[in-house]
T-cell receptor
Framework: DSGVTQTPKHLITATGQRVTLRCSPR?????VYWYQQSLDQGLQFLIQYYNGEERAKGNILERFSAQQFPDLHSELNLSSLELGDSALYFC?????????????FGQGTRLTVV | GQQVMQIPQYQHVQEGEDFTTYCNSSTTLSNIQWYKQRPGGHPVFLIQLVKSGEVKKQKRLTFQFGEAKKNSSLHITATQTTDVGTYFC??????????FGAGTRLTVKP
């Protein structure tokens, strides 16, 4: 158990809909990262938040947004969903604010868009 | 843009054989990390290499970072069935970016 909690574990929704994925980092970690893992694209870094503020941005679509709350949990919002958004979405956390440090991954949320 | 290429994509070995996966970057990396993902699981951090030419060992696993800090390898000696999974490298060209390789999926035949 990495200490990072993600909910829900599975999500099935229709195209055009909007979903919210939730992540609670390890106790004491200030950084939260979101990754997308699909069969054809591998593991893609989406965005990082550190202590409530956006720290780094990767290949995140404009239809996607994230935020980190004062209690440090984070949410990833995916809107106008397309079939191609079906993937595993991982959240990871770390103590520091640098992206290139050891990160602890949650179990992931499997999103299926039908 | 900066890419991290990882080969091979798949590797099937007999238990007891050695295994190596390689990562190459088009640009110099500030560091490189290695992760293992078991089937149906999540990536688990294995190690981070920072220095040019660095070599680190974890039991049967040996990690190397190239002199030019553009390539890295993970070598497993005498594979076991517990080594099954996908091994990812993740290269950081700077503190604000991280690029994962496509991963090498290792299967081990008992």
């Amino acid at each position: 158990d990495s200490g990072v909690t993600q909910t829900p574990k599975h999500l099935i929704t229709a195209t055009g809909q909007r979903v919210t994925l939730r992540c609670s980092p390890r106790s004491g970690d200030l950084s939260v990262y979101w990754y997308q893992q699909s069969l054809d694209q591998g593991l893609q870094f989406l965005i990082q938040y550190y202590n409530g503020e956006e720290r780094a941005k990767g290949n995140i679509l404009e239809r996607f947004s994230a935020q980190q709350f004062p209690d440090l949990h984070s949410e990833l919002n995916l809107s106008s969903l397309e079939l191609g958004d079906s993937a595993l979405y991982f959240c990871a956390s770390s103590v520091g604010n640098r992206l290139n440090t050891e990160a602890f991954f949650g179990q992931g949320t499997r999103l299926t868009v039908v | 843009g900066q890419q991290v290429m990882q080969i091979p994509q798949y590797q099937h070995v007999q238990e007891g054989e050695d295994f190596t996966t390689y990562c190459n970057s088009s640009t110099t990396l500030s560091n490189i990390q290695w992760y293992k993902q078991r089937p149906g699981g999540h990536p688990v951090f294995l190690i981070q290499l920072v220095k040019s030419g660095e070599v680190k060992k974890q039991k049967r696993l040996t990690f190397q970072f190239g002199e030019a800090k553009k390539n890295s390898s993970l070598h497993i000696t005498a594979t076991q069935t517990t080594d099954v999974g996908t091994y990812f490298c993740a290269g950081a060209p700077n503190n604000n970016d991280m690029r994962f390789g496509a991963g090498t999926r290792l299967t081990v035949k008992p």
